[in-house]
């Protein structure tokens, strides 16, 4: 059973910068790709980025893309979700998941097996 342990979040000021880290409890998290999900009060859980096996290849919601920034470091089994620029809007509970894959791409639908428990990040001046 993968776990998944989400930290970083924290309150900033509009136009600041924030890293999440996803902490995987495998050293074989190179076999996962790694998507960030968010979901703010009232609305639906919708998926921020992802990143493949390899990290040669990501995707990114239109609402993040040129903002948000994720990386993986496979030898410390830990995925990163750099976010700059932060707007209000983006405040919300971040999760990250893990699904084991042979694929060489990834997906921000949520089909993915594994799930941290979350991380509040929180936009506001």
């Known amino acids: 059973q993968l776990q998944l342990v989400e930290s970083g979040g924290d309150l900033v000021q509009p136009g600041g910068s924030l890293r999440l880290s996803c902490a995987a409890s495998?050293?074989?998290?190179?076999?996962?790709?790694i998507a960030w999900f968010r979901q703010a009060p009232g609305k639906e859980r919708e998926g921020v980025g992802c990143?493949?096996?390899?990290?040669?290849?990501?995707n990114y919601a239109d609402s993040v893309k040129g903002r948000f920034t994720i990386l993986r470091d496979n030898a410390k089994s830990t995925v990163y979700l750099q976010m700059n620029s932060l707007k209000p809007e983006d405040t919300a509970i971040y999760y990250c998941?893990?699904?084991?894959?042979?694929?060489?791409?990834?997906?921000?639908?949520?089909?993915?097996?594994?799930w941290g428990q979350g991380t509040q990040v929180t936009v506001s001046s």
């Open positions: 495998r050293s074989s998290l190179r076999y996962y790709a």
């Open positions: 998941a893990a699904q084991l894959t042979a694929q060489a791409m990834c997906t921000i639908a949520p089909l993915y097996d594994y």
């Open positions: 990143i493949s096996t390899s990290g040669s290849s990501t």
